[in-house]
Structures are given as C-alpha cells and as structure tokens.
T-cell receptor, first 114, second 113 residues
Framework: AQSVTQLDSHVSVSEGTPVLLRCNYS??????LFWYVQHPNKGLQLLLK??????LVKGINGFEAEFKKSETSFHLTKPSAHMSDAAEYFC????????????FGKGTRLHILP | SQTIHQWPATLVQPVGSPLSLECTVE??????LYWYRQAAGRGLQLLFY??????ISSEVPQNLSASRPQDRQFILSSKKLLLSDSGFYLC????????????FGEGSRLTVL
C-alpha cells in the first residue's frame, strides 16, 4: 500500500536561514511526487512535481526538492527563508497504478521567525 | 487560462440546515473534479470526485452528497448539517484522473453551530 509521511508537523526557522521540510513515501512502484503550499484560508498551490525525470526538481519561490529512491524521500528545501514562506506544506504521492488514489501527507506548518 | 471559482467563501449555518457549495471551472473541458475537506489540525480528506457529468464517486460515507449537473460545475450539498461538518472545503480539478497535479479553488469555510 502507498503512503506518505511528513516527519514534522511544525518547523520554525529564522528569516534568511535554510528551510528543510521532510517527506518520506512508501510505494510499490515509482511514484510521482508533489509539494503543495497553502497559505491561511486559501486553496493549495502546486510548488513543484517529480515525475521520473531529473531527481532534483526546482519549483516556484526558490523551493526545490530531491527525489532519493534509496531513502524513499522527497524533502523540500529552500536556501533562505522569507517571511512570506510562512504557510502549510503538503507532500503528495500519486502511485503509478492509476487505480490507487492520490495520497496527501498531513502537512507541515512552517513558521518564520523575524 | 484555466480558473476555478468556489463560493461562498464563508458560511455559518445552524445544525440541521441545508448546505450548498458551488464550484465552477473555466478554460478547460471535461475536467476531473474533486471535493476535499480539511478539518482543523488534519490533512485533506477526499470526499467526492467526478470524471464526467452525472458521474460521482463517494470516498467517505456521510450526510454529504455531490452533483455535477454540467461539465464544469460541481456542487456539494447536505440536507441536514451536523456539527462535525464544520471545516474548510476545497474544490479542485485536474486534467486527467489521479494525475496528482491538482488546481484548487480558494476554499469555503463552513462553521456549523
């Protein structure tokens, strides 16, 4: 069975310091993986996606993620946090078997300290 | 370009009252449509999805229902709301089924009192 685990429910970083949001997945096949961002009382917006091309994926707003099959991870990073990055982030896995549903992680809330 | 509209943005309803949330998509044809609920402190829960007009799949048994009367219109309804129906409801669309790349509306905040 497929699953996705976001290892931290809350992450706090100071403005200007690096961001790391962790995501591990479990899938019988090579999945497609996504990161979404949700600002308060807003819908979700796609940050980036991995679909079996380059393992290092660059997204919007300076975020990137690296697919590591050996570690079954897809961690989201940003070199320097900005106050506007404060939001909730969701890791999503779409199994290659299209009969299986898209799976959302429980989310990580990112706090940016001034 | 494609856009998705969802309304109302905020709704406060008494227990036992009916509900209707609407979602429309513009700029695309035959989208796959989804209703998600996001309860406080929880992730997203898929409620319904539709691959075409009149085709609704329910993921979670509950007192909610969904309808797709037109290709780009998706409606979430209830005849009698429960306290547990409170939450943030999100409509989304995708080009194909289970693509993983979803486009979300702005959400509807429902408070049942």
């Amino acid at each position: 069975a497929q699953s996705v685990t976001q290892l931290d429910s809350h992450v706090s970083v100071s403005e200007g310091t690096p961001v790391l949001l962790r995501c591990n997945y479990s899938s019988s096949y090579s999945p497609s993986l996504f990161w979404y961002v949700q600002h308060p009382n807003k819908g979700l917006q796609l940050l980036l996606k991995y679909t079996s091309a380059a393992t290092l994926v660059k997204g919007i707003n300076g975020f990137e993620a690296e697919f590591k099959k050996s570690e079954t991870s897809f961690h989201l990073t940003k070199p320097s946090a900005h106050m506007s990055d404060a939001a909730e982030y969701f890791c999503v896995v779409r199994p290659m078997n299209r009969d299986d549903k898209i799976i959302f992680g429980k989310g990580t809330r990112l706090h940016i300290l001034p | 370009s494609q856009t998705i509209h969802q309304w109302p943005a905020t709704l406060v309803q008494p227990v036992g009252s009916p509900l209707s949330l609407e979602c429309t998509v513009e700029g695309t044809s035959n989208p796959n449509l989804y209703w998600y609920r996001q309860a406080a402190g929880r992730g997203l829960q898929l409620l319904f999805y539709s691959v075409g007009i009149g085709q609704i799949s329910s993921e979670v048994p509950q007192n909610l229902s969904a309808s797709r009367p037109q290709d780009r219109q998706f409606i979430l309804s209830s005849k009698k709301l429960l306290l547990s129906d409170s939450g943030f409801y999100l409509c989304a669309w995708s080009v194909g089924p289970n693509t993983g790349e979803l486009f979300f509306g702005e959400g509807s905040r429902l408070t049942v009192l």
